[in-house]
């Protein structure tokens, strides 16, 4: 819990007795925030962020959010999922069910889009207006609902109902080849296929045909395109590289230096070019 020292705010995560959990050392920076650890019985651990942000902030103080992006440039290193929750009094007329937009509802927008976390709550909590978000990455979505408040509050109890992965064991990981198409040896590959003898490859029977035919051009591949066996498991993405995270994270990178001085031109170039690898990437 994140008690304040006067009337008001302060922010606090409660977590069942059966589940493992810490408290993650990320720098919240005089926020009102909150990280935690949780070690699900199946499935990959999360990392759960509750933060408050006071409904008499400027429209363009945006600090809870520069904040939130450390924290997830910290926990998303790993193959955490995530869960960013809490009222944070922004306004999107756009992104979230709002009656105009502000500095810090497009800031909060943005962030959700730079570090693939998708906003769940679709309902108004406070009166017309959708102030208290979920932001997460955690695949199949959830099932929000909206409650009454609770004793004076005006915003309602917003309740979101995760999936949860079955449980798996280290038999259930299953692997894949990923070609390194950029490094291979094109000339030798195009002469190895050209002087095959397909005509031995290619026959009357269709079936034998097709397991040669299918056999003889991984057999030059083999050869002559390097590649390396990637290990999955059961709800982690099966076209997700090393190269992905690597991209993922210099456009994070390049993202918060632009943030330091948006008019700067150098740093403008840097993030279109990190962003346009991570979309090539990806």
């Known amino acids: 819990r994140g008690d304040r020292n006067a009337h008001g705010g302060g922010v606090a995560v409660w977590v069942g007795d059966s589940l493992a959990m810490k408290d993650l050392d990320v720098d919240v920076a005089d926020q009102e925030l909150i990280w935690i650890h949780v070690k699900l019985a199946a499935g990959p651990p999360l990392a759960i962020c509750s933060g408050y942000r006071p409904g008499s902030s400027l429209d363009t103080d945006v600090a809870i959010f520069d904040a939130i992006s450390t924290g997830l440039d910290s926990v998303l290193t790993s193959r955490t999922h995530v869960i960013v929750a809490g009222d944070f009094n922004v306004h999107n007329a756009d992104w979230l069910i709002s009656n105009r937009t502000t500095t810090a509802g497009q800031y909060a927008e943005d962030m959700c889009h730079l570090y693939g976390l998708e906003q769940l709550v679709t309902v108004p909590t406070r009166g017309q207006n959708t102030l208290d978000l979920i932001m997460s990455d955690l695949p199949g979505g959830a099932v929000v609902g909206v409650h009454p408040p609770i004793g004076k509050s005006d915003h309602v109890v917003v309740l979101a109902d995760f999936p949860t992965a079955p449980a798996t064991s280290a038999s259930d990981r299953t692997s894949r080849t990923v070609w390194r198409y950029g490094r291979a040896d094109w ?70 230096y632009l943030r330091t001085d948006p008019s700067d031109l150098r740093l403008q170039y840097t993030y279109r070019e990190a962003a346009a690898h991570s979309v090539s990437c990806l």
């Open 187 to 256: 000339p030798r590959l195009r002469h190895f296929y050209r002087s095959t003898d397909w005509t031995e490859v290619i026959t009357d029977d269709v079936d034998q045909s097709c397991e040669q035919l299918t056999a003889t051009i991984l057999k030059g591949m083999h050869q002559f395109i390097p590649s390396v066996k990637l290990k999955k498991g059961p709800g982690e993405p099966v076209w997700w590289t090393p190269e992905c995270s690597q991209a993922v994270s210099a456009k994070q990178r390049a993202w918060r």
